[in-house]
Structure formats: structure tokens, C-alpha cells
């Protein structure tokens, strides 16, 4: 049975993380979301947290246990694009999406894994992309940091599985938030013809799946890597 403690949400503030947020709260979990505004919405509580930072994220994961309690199950949701072809790739643009995507997300869940480990429970949620497997022009740097993240769950799967703790990987495919709303109207004709759903997902159809992922019915769920995509990534 689940223990005393809080879900921490990256990114929840907004899009995808912010639905993860109502949907974990609805489903009797305190939750505590973090992103670098550090906004509450809903009166959600929250923190001030930059993944491409790491004392930022030491500060921040100790501010949420003093205030809040163990952190229990942390869904690694924030995350950035700077596409653009590996011609033009600048090094910025590879050093900080690497950093908010894949490294914060880790040093975030080693800070984590700690109080877990002692409550002999927790669940370990990583929010990927369809772009992990299939590849994306002008995305070297994102799907990098996408396809990380499954070695990274699949890795600590396998440490953490005798001490209750479960680390999974959902990946969407095209959601309407603001990270879609920037693609212009021919890309998105033309990502829609090969979508067999024929449409984007809601946040809300993503966080049913890291819901399900955070409760005790999910138990025995462990290192996988669970497509959100409308059928888009099948084969991949
Ligand atoms: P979004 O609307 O652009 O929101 C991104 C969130 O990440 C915001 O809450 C943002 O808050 C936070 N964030 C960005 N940089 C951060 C940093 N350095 N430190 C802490 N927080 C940071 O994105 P979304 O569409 O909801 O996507 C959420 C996740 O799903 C991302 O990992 C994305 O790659 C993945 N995904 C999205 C889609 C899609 O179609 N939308 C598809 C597949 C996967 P602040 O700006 O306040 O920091």
C-alpha cells in the first residue's frame, strides 16, 4: 500500500505536467509541481525549481520534503525542444536540452530514490516521446534526450525492483499544448495524415496513463515504455 509522502511533478505548472497535477490530486495524491516560474496553479502547491541547474534542483528537492513531506513518486514531465538540423545545432542548443531533458531528470530522481528506498516504495515516472524511437528531423538533440530517458528507467528498474520502486516511461506522441502550438499549420496537416487516430491527444489523455502509473494497481509495472500516440510510433 501506498505510503505517507507526495508526488513531485515537474513541468506542472502548464500543458501535459499541469494535467498530471489534476490528475493526481483527483486520484487522493498531495502533489507538489516544480518548474522554473515556480507558479501554483489551482492552488496547487509548488516550487522553484531549473532542471539545467543543479543547485537549483538540490535546494528545490530539499525545500519539498521539509515543507511537504517524502517524495514518493516524482513524474519527470518538464521539458524543452530547440529543433533545429545538426548543421546548425548549435552547442547551446545541445547543452540545454541534454540538461533539462536527461541529466536534471536525473540528478532530480537520485535525489528522490533516497526517501523511497527507505518507504520501501515508490514509482518513478518518465515523460518521453514518440521522437525516442522513431527519430525526428531536426530533433538530434531532443530525441538524444528522450531515448536516454528509457535506458535510464529501464536502469533503475532493475537497481530499485527489490526495493518496491517502479520506474516507467510513458511516451506521447503529439499533444495540444503550448511545445505543439508553435509548429505551423502544414507541419501539422501533414503530422495528422500519419497519426492512425487522425488527431493530437489532450494532456488529460497522458496523465490517465502516469496516474495509473503512480497508484498501487500499477504494482507490477515495471521498466516500460508505455505509447500515448494514437498509433503513430507503432513498430518503433
Ligand atoms: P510545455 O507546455 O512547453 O511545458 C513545459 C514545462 O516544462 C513547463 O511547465 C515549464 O515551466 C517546464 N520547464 C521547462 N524548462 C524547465 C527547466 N529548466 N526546469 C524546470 N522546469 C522546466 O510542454 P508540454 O507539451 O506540456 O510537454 C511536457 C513534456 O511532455 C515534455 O517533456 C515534452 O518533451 C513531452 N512531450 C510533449 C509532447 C507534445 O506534443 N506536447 C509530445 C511528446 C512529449 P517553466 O517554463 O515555468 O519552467
New binding site residues.
Given amino acids: 500500500m501506498r505510503p505517507e509522502g507526495v508526488v513531485l511533478v515537474?513541468?506542472?505548472?502548464?500543458?501535459?505536467?499541469l494535467a498530471c497535477a489534476r490528475r493526481l490530486r483527483d486520484a487522493g495524491w498531495s502533489v507538489v509541481v516544480?518548474?522554473?516560474?515556480g507558479?501554483a496553479p489551482d492552488g496547487l502547491a509548488a516550487v522553484s525549481?531549473?532542471?539545467?541547474d543543479p543547485a537549483s534542483i538540490e535546494r528545490a528537492f530539499d525545500h519539498v520534503t521539509q515543507a511537504h513531506g517524502p517524495v514518493i513518486a516524482l513524474v519527470n514531465?518538464?521539458?524543452?525542444t530547440a529543433d533545429t538540423l545538426l548543421m546548425r545545432m548549435s552547442d547551446t542548443d545541445i547543452d540545454t536540452v541534454l540538461e533539462?531533458?536527461l541529466a536534471?531528470p536525473i540528478r532530480l530522481t537520485r535525489a528522490a530514490v533516497r526517501g523511497m528506498v527507505r518507504a520501501r516504495w515508490g514509482r518513478i515516472v518518465f515523460?518521453s516521446?514518440?521522437v525516442a524511437t522513431m527519430g525526428g528531423p531536426g530533433q538530434v538533440n531532443y530525441a538524444a534526450s528522450k531515448s536516454g530517458m528509457i535506458g535510464v528507467a529501464r536502469s533503475l528498474a532493475r537497481e530499485l525492483g527489490p526495493r518496491g520502486i517502479t520506474a516507467n516511461v510513458v511516451a506521447?506522441?503529439?499533444?495540444d499544448?503550448?511545445?505543439?502550438a508553435e509548429l505551423d499549420d502544414s507541419r501539422r496537416e501533414q503530422i495528422l495524415t500519419s497519426i492512425p487516430l487522425g488527431r493530437y491527444a489532450s494532456?488529460d489523455e497522458i496523465a490517465g496513463v502516469v496516474t495509473f502509473l503512480c497508484s498501487d494497481d500499477a504494482g507490477y509495472v515495471t521498466g516500460a515504455v508505455v505509447p500515448v500516440d494514437g498509433g503513430l510510433g507503432m513498430g518503433h
Fill in positions: 515537474t513541468g506542472g505548472n502548464r500543458g501535459i505536467g516544480g518548474s522554473r516560474s507558479l525549481l531549473d532542471l539545467a514531465n518538464a521539458g524543452i533539462t531533458n536534471g515523460v516521446s514518440v506521447p506522441g503529439f499533444v499544448t503550448d511545445m505543439t494532456p
